[in-house]
Structures are given as C-alpha cells and as structure tokens.
C-alpha cells in the first residue's frame, strides 16, 4: 500500500517537473481581442503586417485583419492555478492517507487530522505554485489599438512564436 502511495506521490511531483521540448509555435497560446469577434484564443498559425491567423483548437481557423485587432497577449502553455490547486490537493491527500496506513500512529482522530494537514498543505503549495506558474507564463502584450502601421511594425515579435515560422523556413 505504502508503495503505492509513493509511486502516486513520484507521479504528481514529475507533473510538475516534467517539460516537453516541441517547437516553440505548441508551447504558446496567443490571445487576441479585437472589435469584430470575441476574444479568441489559440496557437497562432501565421502572422503578417496584415493580420493574424489563429487555430482555436477546436478546428476553426479564425484571420483576425489588423484593422480590427485590439490587443494581442502571448503566454507559454503551461501549469495555472487551477491545476497547481488539484494537483497539490492530490499530493497532499496521498500524503496524508499515509497516516491511515500505519495502525500504531495513533487514534482515528490523529490520523484524521495528520490527513486533513496534509491535504491543506498540499493545496495551498500547489495553489501558490500554479500563481507562480501562472504569473511567469505571460510572455508579451502588444497594444495595437487597431492601428495598422503599428501593428505592420509589431508584427515582427510574434513571427517566430507562430507555426508558418518553421513550416517555411527553407
């Protein structure tokens, strides 16, 4: 049992550890507002001093013009709070259900509380970890404002985060 636990506990922490090396268009997701849609999020798929063409994940291929795009805001895929929050809810609950497993720990009321300790512990390291996470994700933030000669000069920022980067590059 105890074994298991411990495994349990080697898997939760190698989430956290764990990084994934693809090409750099998979571990971003752009943001982008503008005044014709609402917000679409995605990986941006090609960018150019005209637009943006973003794949929602969904299997829409949005182009957004320059005209009409407001904001853009990249952030790398990652850990956000919510998953730091469970994730550090379940370490801390296959921590603390190891006070149960040994019988000569103490009285039912012990071993409850050891578990209750863990799991807040738990919960409130993964929280804090996935506001880390979530706070050093955002990459960049291009106010546009729908401003095409700002944007055909912004543009440029963005090239190497997008997918048509490295499909055409020779």
Request: charged share 20%; proline share 0%.
């Given at each position: 049992m105890k074994i298991f636990f411990l495994s349990l506990c080697?898997?939760?922490?190698?989430l956290f550890l764990s990084e994934t090396k693809a090409?750099?268009?998979i571990n971003y997701q752009v943001k982008v507002v503008s005044d014709s849609l609402p917000v679409v999020k995605g990986t941006l798929e090609k960018i150019s001093p005209e637009g943006v063409a973003v794949n929602d994940g969904y299997g829409n291929y949005i182009m957004l013009r320059a005209k009409n795009i407001i904001?853009?805001?990249l952030m790398k895929k990652?850990?956000?709070t919510g998953k730091g929050f469970l994730i550090g809810t379940l370490?801390?609950?296959a921590i603390g259900s190891l006070a149960f497993t040994?019988?000569?720990?103490g009285?039912?009321?012990e071993q409850l509380a050891a578990f209750l300790a863990a799991t807040t512990l738990g919960a409130a390291v993964g929280t804090t970890y996935g506001l880390i996470a979530?706070?050093?994700a955002k990459k960049m933030f291009l106010k546009i404002n729908k401003d095409e000669k700002l944007f055909a000069t912004e543009y440029k920022k963005l090239e190497i985060y997008s997918k048509a980067y490295y499909i055409d590059k020779p």
């Open positions: 080697f898997f939760i922490g190698n090409q750099e268009f904001s853009i805001r990652g850990i956000n370490a801390g609950a040994d019988n000569n720990n009285t039912g009321n979530e706070l050093k």
